[in-house]
């Protein structure tokens, strides 16, 4: 059996530090509009529902970061069931988490107001992810490799 190549092909080694490449540039761009959406005119709509489009996208590729021999649909199905627990978390509120979200890390981590139209813009930042890495792997930059 010497030579020949696994069943199963394995993740490129690269393909988690481009992804944490891609996901830093979109944690960027998030944190940009949020500071300066509003005096740069942007709607609110834009700001708001933009931030929550890159924090999704930023989600899926932070999971394909950690687990890079998952398929997309696998790390789409897990991205929205952590952002889907996200924004059912904001129904939650205790002392300390109410505290917590207070801070800018939590407003920018959970939020703080629940909005059914986040789920929507959590929906397009996945798709949003998923096209990025698909576009990183027609460039050869992210995928799968058969095993040596």
Not at 9 to 23: D, E, F, G, M, Q
Not at 31 to 44: D, E
Not at 115 to 137: H, K, M, P, Q
């Amino acid at each position: 059996m010497h030579g020949t190549q696994p069943d199963k092909p394995i993740a490129r080694p690269r393909t988690s530090l481009i992804r944490a490449a891609v996901a830093f540039a979109v944690i960027i761009c998030g944190l940009s509009l949020r500071w300066y959406g509003f005096p740069l005119g942007l709607p609110a709509f834009v700001v708001k529902y933009g931030g929550s489009l890159l924090w999704a996208t930023m989600v899926f590729l932070l999971v394909g970061v950690l687990l890079p021999r998952l398929t997309r649909s696998q790390l789409a199905a897990i991205a929205l069931t952590i952002a889907l627990a996200v924004e059912f978390s904001r129904l939650v509120h205790t002392p300390w988490l109410d505290a917590f979200r207070l801070t800018t890390a939590g407003a920018l981590l959970l939020g703080r107001i629940f909005s059914l139209w986040n789920l929507v813009a959590y929906a397009v930042g996945i798709a949003f992810g998923l096209w990025i890495d698909r576009l990183a792997e027609k460039r050869g930059l992210v995928g799968w490799a058969k095993a040596p």
